[in-house]
């Protein structure tokens, strides 16, 4: 299985950016998916989750409101659009999955994830 994440990059504080994450290598319905963050210096960190069904989706504290997690079965997509963006939110983003058979889970811990993607860069300036 094999995740590729992209979409990062520089944007001032204020402007919006949208993730993209691809999954191949297995059927992508049946995986729940999330984001998550790694600032330097710091531990990584939970971002967002969506059930495989779509129907449901959690988010961190830091981010709710703002941020806006997605999928696209049919193309084995799943989305995270960053709007408000501040400069706290500077980070490598990493997307990931983790199989189940409940359509409507979702998944905060790092933990609990069986695949992961290589990260991609966001950086937000003041």
């Known amino acids: 299985v094999q995740l590729q994440a992209c979409g990062g990059g520089l944007v001032q504080a204020g402007e919006p950016l949208r993730l993209s994450c691809v999954v191949s290598g297995r059927t992508f319905s049946g995986v729940i998916m999330g984001w998550f963050r790694q600032a330097p210096g710091k531990e990584r960190e939970f971002v967002a989750t969506v059930s495989w069904s779509g129907r449901n989706s959690y988010y961190a504290d830091s981010v709710r409101g703002r941020f806006t997690i997605s999928r696209d079965n049919a193309k084995n997509t799943v989305y995270l659009q960053m709007d408000s963006l501040k400069p706290e939110d500077t980070a490598v983003y990493y997307c990931?999955?983790?199989?189940?058979?409940?359509?409507?889970?979702?998944?905060?811990?790092?933990?609990?994830?069986?695949?992961w993607g290589q990260g991609t860069p966001v950086t937000v300036s003041s």
């Open positions: 990931a999955g983790k199989s189940t058979n409940y359509s409507s889970s979702v998944y905060y811990s790092g933990n609990d994830y069986d695949y």
